[in-house]
């Protein structure tokens, strides 16, 4: 089982960068393909980024392709979301969450940390 902590949301203007984290606890996390979705007010949770657990990234939302930027550092424990020339519509709170190897659906997940881009 494995722990999700996110952080690195804030308030940013529009076309400006932040950086988020997801860390994880447990020994484990290296074996685990990793998420970052986000879910906007009155809006669905929506997939954003993926990545396997060797750190082949699987999957970039259209919308956020050539902005966004997943990666991970497992011996930190540790999953980044890069995200530049952030725009009003990416404002959500933003989870990250993983899921086992052959698993489809994300078993575990974070608390959420908020993004607002002001325009």
């Known amino acids: 089982q494995v722990q999700l902590v996110e952080s690195g949301g804030g308030l940013v203007q529009a076309g400006g960068s932040l950086r988020l984290s997801c860390a994880a606890s447990?020994?484990?996390?290296?074996?685990?393909?990793m998420g970052w979705f986000r879910q906007g007010l009155g809006k669905e949770r929506e997939r954003v980024a993926g990545i396997d657990w060797n750190g082949i990234v699987t999957y970039y939302a259209d919308s956020v392709k050539g902005r966004f930027t997943i990666s991970r550092d497992n011996g930190k424990n540790t999953l980044y979301l890069q995200m530049n020339s952030l725009k009003p519509e990416d404002t959500a709170v933003y989870y990250c969450?993983?899921?086992?190897?052959?698993?489809?659906?994300?078993?575990?997940w974070g608390q959420g940390t908020q993004v607002t881009v002001s325009s």
């Open positions: 447990g020994r484990t996390f290296s074996s685990y393909a």
């Open positions: 969450a993983g899921k086992g190897r052959g698993r489809v659906a994300y078993d575990y």
